[in-house]
């Protein structure tokens, strides 16, 4: 599905590695149990030796990757994920052939009960574990199984047993598939979810008509830039703007004329104030603001005076009317004290009170009050 190619492959070897994490140890510790069960181990020392050798060490080299899979994924996600999932397909095939071999031993009933019940067990939770990447999951059950499937059919010693490790092997197949899907499906909800999530929260922090963020948001977001500013002692700088005689716009030409230029504006001030860092909201009205961390003085002087050229020099055609205005605009740039109640609300009214300045003395200019 077209999902699966937008989902970052990260989440779904993260939940693989901690399925199977804890099933490490079981493949060493039953193993024991069932080599060390009645002696077993001494009739038959060199199979149980290379059979507890081979699995150990398998497992103690997937634990490693476990321990060193961060560092490797730096370097190569590919590679990573190969290592992975060809330890697991050795872990299967290393019980598979010893579960065949075993189940050859006709001598010994009591040990291959045992086999049996727990190669079973371990098939199933392997494939439960593996289950989010069903590619892995179908190896791992061919690998563990077939093996015994097929030296018991072909050499016809127990043609019963091998009927139901085939009806077994394919009860799984089917039970990956569905829990597959379920898994994809469920996986897919959490993201679709997600998403909503993040597009309802950005509605909540939107301006509807310009699309710019919306005074409630900027009032969030200046109280932790100015934490930050003044903890790094830093610069931090507001840009009030208003558009000029807007309401002869509205009178003149209509309400609708006078959305289409604050969309105008709106598009001016993204363009002007384009750092990541940049806060660009509707204030109010035909009012805006912009919160710039890091921004000294010399800085805001010149991104002020842009922003001024560039509302000077747009034009918005409305039916058959050209329609222009200009910005008058208030800069106050400090370096905040948080220790100081107050002025964490100074710096706007500061702002404020420049773009009075602004407009008594003509419009379409820049004031700007500035403090340390």
């Not at 693989?16 to 490490?24: A, D, E």
């Not at 199933?124 to 069903?134: D, L, Q």
């Not at 104030?273 to 890091?294: C, H, M, N, T």
């Not at 000294?296 to 000077?312: F, G, I, K, M, Q």
Request: hydrophobic share 45%; proline share 2%; aromatic share 10%.
């Amino acid at each position: 599905m077209d999902f699966k190619r937008h989902v970052v492959s990260r989440r779904v070897m993260h939940d693989l590695r901690k399925r199977s994490s804890i099933g490490i140890l079981f493949y060493v510790l039953i193993l024991l149990v069932i080599l060390g069960n009645d002696g077993y181990f001494l009739r038959h020392p060199d199979f149980s030796l290379y059979f507890v050798l081979a699995n150990t060490g398998i497992c103690l080299f997937r634990t490693l990757h476990l321990l060193v899979s961060d560092k490797i994924i730096q370097i190569n996600r590919t590679l990573d994920i190969s290592i992975f999932m060809g330890s697991v397909i050795i872990t299967a095939l290393i019980w598979g052939i010893g579960f065949a071999l075993l189940m050859m031993q006709s001598d010994e009933n009591e040990a291959r009960i045992l086999m049996s019940i727990c190669a079973a067990g371990l098939c199933a939770g392997g494939v439960s574990a593996f289950m989010p990447e069903r590619h892995l999951a179908l190896a791992f059950n061919v690998c563990m199984l077939f093996p015994t499937f097929a030296i018991l059919q072909f050499t016809g010693k127990n043609p019963s047993m091998a009927a139901v490790i085939l009806m077994y092997s394919l009860y799984l197949a089917l039970m990956t598939m569905k829990g597959n899907n379920e898994y994809w499906d469920a996986l897919e909800n959490e993201y679709m979810l997600k998403r909503k999530s993040e597009e309802l929260e950005k509605m909540s922090n939107t301006d509807v008509l310009t699309n710019l963020y919306n005074r409630r948001y900027f009032n969030e977001i200046f109280e932790t830039e100015w934490k930050r500013a003044s903890r790094n002692r830093q610069y931090l700088t507001i840009i009030i703007c208003d558009i000029d005689y807007f309401k002869q716009i509205n009178d003149t030409f209509g309400h609708l004329a006078g959305d289409e230029y604050l969309k105008k504006i709106a598009g001016v001030l993204k363009k002007v104030f384009k750092r990541k860092s940049d806060i660009v909201a509707r204030y109010g009205g035909e009012e805006f603001v912009a919160l710039l961390p890091d921004a000294d003085a010399e800085t805001a002087c010149e991104l002020a005076e842009t922003l001024r050229l560039a509302a000077e020099a747009s034009r918005i055609q409305y039916k058959d009317e050209i329609i222009a205005a200009t910005l008058s605009i208030g800069v106050m740039s400090c370096i905040p004290d948080y220790n100081e109640n107050d002025d964490k609300d100074a710096i706007i009214a500061k702002a404020d009170n420049a773009l009075y300045q602004a407009k008594k003395k003509g419009r379409n200019r820049v004031c700007h009050h500035f403090s340390e």
